[in-house]
């Protein structure tokens, strides 16, 4: 009985930390679009910048949110 309270207990904490990450991440892009907008909108020539923003943004929702590293063998879980 007590294996399966700890196992809960791990997976309460995996969960409340991922949650953490992906607000934070979340929480970024938020600032990273503000900042893509500002520089859009200020200084039009500077396409440069916009295009890193916009690469390190693609960056972060394909790593957090669309899980690929678990696709190519970074499984938490181990699943099927």
Do not use: C
Not at 22 to 49: H, K, N, Q, R
């Amino acid at each position: 009985m007590e294996d399966k309270s700890n196992l809960e207990e791990q997976n309460n904490d995996s969960y409340k930390e991922d949650k953490n990450i992906g607000v934070a991440v979340f929480l970024l892009l938020a600032a990273l679009t503000f900042g893509e907008f500002f520089i859009g909108s200020i200084a039009v020539d500077w396409s440069w910048p916009l295009w890193g923003i916009a690469i390190l943004k693609a960056t972060l929702i394909i790593y957090y949110f669309m899980h690929v590293t678990r696709v190519f063998g970074g499984s938490k879980e181990g699943g099927s």
